[in-house]
């Protein structure tokens, strides 16, 4: 009886020193993974895709909100405590950030670090605000004098993202570079495949006119053919005048512009109230993965920015051409 | 016969022997055997080896050169596209384009940040003009009684109320400075703020010294062209000092780590408090403020936040007249909580938010006079409790609305209060220029000099701010 309660006795201590050992050393492979906090949910993206089962990714931002303004929140400090690396866009577009690398108490991720990744270094910038050579000040509104920050939104910019990611990830996980380089191989193939089939869908609407909301697409217009003519904002980050709204609707009216792109940031009343004055479609485009519900990743926001361009164009029948 | 046993024997022998020499044979012959079917099938398995390690390497030369040729391919048919395509820019930018030197980056260099800002320090400069009416009409410099209420400084006017001059930037690797210069009313400049913070000291803390503004509370941080009314409330006012609290000191803080991940920073401070701050007695030799503040900040929801904070400071003060020998110090110590709920929906960021904030402090102050002998005698106790209430809703990209309801003793008075409320409503015309209209009503409650009437007052305050200001912390 006695070693019949003695030898249950072990047997469950073993069984717990099994399960305690196997949950440590879970705990423990899941500790070596590189813990990424990025900027952006388009960030998070590329990155998952880089560093694949090694890495796991986090974002700061949602994909539905205006990348120009969001809350430096201290839980997003405590987040940064525990990170390994940090990327960010760069090009100033995350003045937020610095309060949070300072407050987040983190040597790893700060500027100048290993573990501090900027997207932005070498790729193709569109979108600088000068003027026939004339002094780059506030009345051009909320300007980004270094380029247009939404680069992301040319898939050969995307390559060079991962591209900084790669060296990045290389620099905090040297022993999984061989496995991370594989992954980068892959990812430009795929953007290579994918960008011959996103351009003969956008070829027969190259030169097309269309309005937008907000200064999002000159990498987008330059590599699809896509002009983006006009804005609603008067100036980035300043709101539109009656003025400006009825400058622009004479305009969409005369020039046959039947299409006008917003943001899911911005609101809908006065593209709605263009709409109704010139016959135009209001197409809602994600800039970044997760804007919409059904942009899941990187590759996913090209396939819905550019199957939605092309069906609205129809709709509209805007007429294709070789 | 003998011929014959022998043949015979040497037959037997043979027969005998016979098998055994075969077999002896036999066995060198079999060994021999298996060695060469051995020899024989390592070398099959040797061979088999190479031709499969060959086949192998076949077929990953075979797919890279698929991979390749499918690369070659792909580069073919993405240079037939983009020499089709008509170069398309921004028709925006295609003279600005034109006429700007090359900013275009160039790989493992130019990250747009701080290109044209390298070594030089943020500036910045706030201006906040204020104009207002009040009635009952008073001037300026028209007190109340014996001091208890504070010079109504809104009587009519228009001034440049304050200009702030902002100066920031990086120390080294390890430290930042922050200085801000104040003039008010176009008088001489004086210090707001002026401190080196290290950042990345041992155990995870940040410390700074300087002159700041102390962490009592959450609205006494923010300076005043910032805040969401045009005047800090009362309960500051009296409690802290006219425009809050800021002495020379020694701040650190740290996290506290939890096993919740729930941000929560403890703040100690030691503050030398000036001379003739405001509303409280000015101290001298030896006396120091102790203080310490815990704030804590909840995301609730991915669009609400709650942030709770907790503050204590506590000081001898003795009398400032030098010919007195005290035997005894007095104390003052104060205590205040605060808590503020924000929503602010990422998608509609720009367009909808609400802030809702309150603060309460308590204060507890020990007072008496002296005899010839500089004895203290006829001690006594004086507690004061103060609040304030705030809650503003944003209407539209640029309009909030707001109001705000303050209650306060004084420290020094305990007979005494007074309350006041003030809607307001603030127009962004730009991130960087802001109209506030605010009406406020104050009634005062006094035993020692009687009230008749309360106090209102119609401001309009226009705040701009020109350069690159750091975010304040949320």
Redesign the interface.
């Known amino acids: 009886m006695l070693k019949g309660k003695i030898s249950k006795s072990i047997t469950i201590l073993s069984f717990s020193i099994f399960i305690f050992i196997a949950i440590f050393n879970s705990g423990n492979a899941h500790a070596k993974k590189l813990k990424i906090i990025t900027t952006s949910t388009d960030l998070k993206s590329i990155a998952e895709y880089i560093g694949g089962n090694k890495v796991n990714v986090e974002s700061l ?2 994909g ?3 990348p120009h ?1 969001v ?5 997003f ?3 940064l ?1 525990k990170a390994d690396v940090f990327i960010r866009i ?3 577009l995350e ?2 950030a ?2 949070l690398i ?2 987040a ?1 983190n ?1 790893k991720i ?1 500027f ?1 670090s290993p573990g501090h990744i ?1 997207a ?14 004339a002094m780059i000040d ?1 009345s051009l ?2 300007v ?4 247009n920050p939404h680069f992301w939104l040319d898939p050969l910019n995307g390559k060079i993202i991962a591209q900084n990611i790669l060296e990045g990830l290389k620099r905090n996980s040297p022993e999984n570079a061989g496995y991370f380089e594989g992954n980068k191989k892959r990812f430009d ?1 795929e953007i ?2 994918r ?2 089939k996103w ?2 869908k956008m ?1 027969p609407y ?2 097309t006119n269309v309005i937008a909301y907000h ?1 999002s ?2 990498n987008f ?2 590599r ?6 006009g804005y609603v904002e008067l100036r980035p ?3 539109p005048s009656p003025a400006h709204i009825a400058t622009l609707i004479k305009r969409m009216i005369s020039e046959d512009i039947r299409v006008l792109i917003r943001e ?4 809908s009343k006065i593209p709605k109230f263009i709409s109704s004055k010139t016959g135009a479609s209001v197409l809602t485009l994600p800039v970044s993965v997760e804007g919409v519900s059904e942009v899941k990743d990187y590759f996913g926001l090209f396939d819905y920015i550019i199957d939605n361009l092309a069906s609205t164009f129809e709709k509209q029948e805007i007429t294709p051409h070789d | 016969m003998r011929r014959k046993i022998f043949i015979y024997l040497c037959c037997m022998s043979l027969f005998l022997f016979l098998p055994d020499i075969v077999l002896a044979n036999q066995d060198i012959l079999s060994q021999e055997v298996q060695e060469m079917k051995t020899l024989i099938m390592e070398m099959k398995n040797d061979y088999e080896a190479r031709i499969n390690e060959m086949q192998d390497k076949i077929a990953k030369l075979s797919e890279q050169k698929a ?1 390749e040729e ?2 070659a391919e ?2 073919n ?2 240079e037939l ?1 983009f020499s ?8 925006d ?1 295609q ?3 034109s ?2 030197p090359s ?11 701080q ?2 800002q390298n070594l030089m320090m943020n500036i910045s400069a706030i201006g906040d003009s204020v104009a207002n009416v009040t009635w009952p009409e008073k001037s300026i410099e028209e007190g109340r009684g014996d001091g208890t209420f504070t010079e109504n400084e809104f009587a009519d006017r228009i001034s440049l109320r304050e200009m702030e001059l902002g100066l920031q930037g990086v120390l080294d ?1 390890f430290a ?1 400075a922050d200085f801000y210069l104040t003039s008010e009313d176009g008088g001489s400049i004086s210090i707001e703020e002026g401190f080196v ?1 290290w ?2 000291l041992p155990f ?3 410390a700074k010294t300087g002159i700041f503004r102390t962490s009592f509370g959450r609205m006494n941080k923010t300076h005043r062209p910032e805040i969401s009314q045009i005047d800090y409330p009362s309960p500051i006012k009296n409690f802290l000092g006219t425009e809050g609290q800021k002495e020379p000191g020694i701040s650190i803080n ?2 506290i780590p939890n096993p919740w ?3 929560s ?1 403890f703040t100690a401070e030691i503050l030398t408090p000036s001379s003739n701050r405001d509303g409280v007695e000015g101290v001298s030799g030896r006396d120091q403020i102790y203080l310490a503040h815990l ?1 804590n ?3 609730i929801t ?1 669009n609400s ?1 709650i ?1 709770l904070g907790f503050s204590f400071q506590t000081r001898d003060i003795s009398d400032n007249d030098n010919n007195t020998v005290t035997q005894r110090n007095f104390r003052h110590t104060m205590e205040g909580i605060d808590l503020t709920y ?1 929503w ?1 929906p ?6 909808r938010s609400f802030t809702w904030q309150t603060e309460a402090f308590a204060s507890q102050r020990e007072v008496g006079s002296f005899d010839g002998n500089g004895i203290t005698e006829d001690i006594k106790d004086i507690n004061s409790l103060g609040f304030y209430t705030f809650a503003e809703c944003q209407l539209t ?2 309009l909030f609305a707001g109001v705000r309801f303050d209650y306060s003793q004084f420290p020094t008075n305990d007979k005494d209060s007074e309350w006041a409320i003030t809607p307001y409503m603030t127009f962004w015309q ?3 220029t802001r109209l506030r209209l605010e009406y406020s009503h104050k009634e005062r409650n006094s035993v020692t000099t009687p009230v008749e009437e309360g106090d209102n007052s119609l401001t309009l305050q226009a705040t701009f701010s020109l350069g ?1 200001h ?2 304040h ?2």
């Open positions: 931002t949602k539905y909100a205006n303004e809350d430096a929140k201290p839980s400090m405590v987040k405590r760069g090009l100033d003045q937020w610095q309060l300072d407050g108490r040597s700060r100048g900027i932005s270094v070498g790729v193709d910038l569109q979108g600088l605000a000068v003027r026939g050579g506030r509104g909320d980004h004098i270094y380029g193939r290579d495949t960008l011959i351009m003969e070829k190259s030169g200064r697409w000159p217009s330059k699809f053919g896509i002009n983006v003519v980050g300043i709101a899911p940031c911005y609101e | 991979i499918e690369n792909l580069e048919e993405l596209l089709d395509k008509d170069e398309q820019v921004d028709f930018d003279q600005a384009l006429s700007l900013l275009q980056a160039t790989p493992g260099g130019f990250t747009g940040g290109m044209f690797p930042r913070t950042l990345y995870g803390l940040q740290g996290l991940d729930v941000y920073e704030k900040f909840f995301p991915n936040t942030e924000v602010r990422a998608g509609q960021r720009l367009y990209r640029r730009s991130e960087f690159s750091r975010p912390p949320f």
